[in-house]
């Protein structure tokens, strides 16, 4: 049962334009959501997170946005860089305690169209 | 610069085979994780680890063990390969309380069971 859920698995952006990837979640437990992205052959890095006590975090060109009635968060980028293309994979936890493990969803591909 | 390291960035190992992927980190984590990637599928976690010694099944351990002897290792074996154990496999540390909540991976660990 995928209990984190990317049901684009890949988006083609102009260069210049926003990006937006989205996910979805099912377990009502999740409190606290990540992003990674990931280049080929490399681990992936970390992003950006949000807690469930917000509904809005930003970090340069990057803001997440969590609604936690409707169980969906969105990774915005603006504006795009050729250097965004990578998988992105968002993930959930219960909380952002060091042994509390995370669910990841299946990725995102994003390419940056020059 | 904080460092998650795995032994071997390529395997490739025949049917039957016993598999030690090691992972080292140097940022003093107390937890440590296994995660292995394929495509469609996302990251989906093997085991973790909270302290030494210490173990816990994550969400597909069957034909997995681990080992944590010391606090900055983490190893993953595989006592008997087989081809659907063919995947990226990702190890990963994180600290204790709070922050970002985020997890370091390191550059994984390519394995191809023939």
């Known amino acids: 049962d995928q209990q984190v859920k990317q049901n684009s698995p890949s988006l083609s952006v102009q260069e210049g334009r926003i990006s937006i990837l989205n996910c979805d979640y099912t377990n009502s437990m999740f409190d606290y959501f990540l992003w990674y992205k990931k280049y080929p052959a490399e681990g992936p890095t970390f992003l950006i997170s949000?807690?469930?006590?917000?509904d809005k975090n930003e970090d340069g060109r990057f803001t997440v946005f969590l609604n936690k009635s409707a169980k969906h968060l969105s990774l915005h980028i603006v504006p795009s860089q050729p250097g965004d293309s990578a998988v992105y994979f968002c993930?959930?936890?219960?909380?952002?305690?060091?042994?509390?493990?995370?669910?990841f969803g299946t990725g995102t591909r994003l390419t940056i169209i020059p | 610069d904080v460092k998650v390291t795995q032994s071997s960035r390529y395997l490739v190992k025949r049917t039957g085979e016993k598999v030690f992927l090691e992972c080292v980190q140097d940022m003093d984590h107390e937890n440590m994780f296994w995660y292995r990637q394929d495509p469609g599928l996302g990251l989906r976690l093997i085991y973790f680890s909270y302290d030494v010694k210490m173990k816990e099944k994550g969400d597909i351990p069957e034909g997995y063990s681990v080992s944590r002897e010391k606090k900055e290792r983490f190893s993953l074996i595989l006592e008997s390969a087989s081809t659907n154990q063919t995947s990226m496999y990702l190890c990963?540390?994180?600290?204790?309380?709070?922050?970002?909540?985020?997890?370091?991976f390191g550059e994984g660990s390519r394995l191809t069971v023939l």
């Open positions: 990963a540390s994180r600290g204790q309380t709070g922050g970002t909540g985020e997890l370091f």
């Open positions: 949000i807690s469930s006590i917000k």
């Open positions: 993930a959930a936890s219960a909380s952002n305690f060091g042994n509390e493990k995370l669910t």
